[in-house]
């Protein structure tokens, strides 16, 4: 659902390519880069290192921070409860089952 959201309001499948490894991407901004490094690491480690923060309180304002992350783990909620029930893709999304995006 959020491919098929991102490309109706501009977001383009280069960019959405580019998410396996936005920081070698000049394709995202300083700004893009720490906000996906920042949600990377919300949803894969058990804390954000210091450093990291660090650096998104210099590109976030305090709302913004609160707004990311809770947009972050409002999504890793999502993702667990369609796990635990099983809920399969509705078939919007631009990722190929093998995956990759398509080019068209």
């Known amino acids: 659902m959020n491919s098929a ?5 501009g977001v383009t499948l280069e960019e959405l390519g580019a998410l396996g490894d936005p920081a070698t991407h000049t394709i995202f901004s300083g700004r893009e880069r ?8 919300v949803t894969t480690a058990s804390a954000v290192p210091a450093s990291l923060f660090e650096n998104v309180t210099r590109h976030f304002t305090e709302d913004e921070i609160i707004e990311l992350t809770a947009t972050i ?3 890793i909620c999502v993702a667990k409860f369609n796990r635990a029930l099983e ?6 999304c631009a990722v190929r089952p093998g995956g990759g995006f398509p080019h068209t």
């Open 5 to 9: 959201w991102s490309r109706v309001h």
């Open 34 to 41: 720490v906000a996906l490094a920042y949600a990377e690491s």
């Open 73 to 75: 783990t409002w999504e």
């Open 87 to 92: 809920i399969e893709g509705q078939g919007i």
